[in-house]
């Protein structure tokens, strides 16, 4: 893809973005790098290649889902200023 000198003041234009001449050479050279570095990927053969999830194909060393704590629920709540068929009872704070 290509851009003109016109292509990027309209933009600019677009994008509410003052740019003055000189500004609008500079953007024009960095999108025109830009825009051949994403040609050049584009024409990188990739048949046959599959696509990755993560760059290394490492997993997560994961413990054993295992309660470990007893159900104290009735203990904490017994201190709690209300409480209502289990759930904690907290003042309304938006209208």
Same mark, same amino acid.
């Not at 003041?9 to 953007?27: G, W």
């Given at each position: 893809?290509?851009?003109?000198?016109?292509?990027?003041?309209?933009?600019?234009?677009?994008?509410?973005?003052?740019?003055?001449?000189?500004?609008?050479?500079?953007?024009?050279?960095?999108?025109?790098?830009?825009?051949?570095?994403? @040609?050049?990927? &584009? #024409?990188?053969?990739?048949?046959?290649? /599959?696509? *990755?999830?993560?760059?290394?194909? %490492?997993?997560?060393?994961?413990?054993?889902?295992?309660?470990?704590?007893?159900?104290?629920? @009735?203990?904490? &709540? #017994?201190?709690?200023?209300?409480?209502? /068929?289990? *759930?904690?009872?907290?003042?309304? %704070?938006?209208?």
């Amino acid at each position: 893809m290509t851009l003109s000198f016109d292509d990027v003041r309209r933009i600019a234009d677009l994008a509410y973005i003052e740019t003055n001449e000189e500004e609008a050479h500079v953007v024009l050279a960095q999108l025109s790098d830009i825009f051949n570095l994403i @040609e050049q990927m &584009q #024409a990188v053969d990739t048949l046959g290649v /599959e696509p *990755l999830s993560h760059a290394q194909d %490492v997993t997560q060393r994961l413990r054993d889902d295992i309660v470990t704590e007893s159900d104290q629920r @009735e203990r904490f &709540q #017994a201190i709690a200023p209300q409480v209502e /068929e289990g *759930l904690y009872l907290v003042p309304k %704070v938006i209208e």
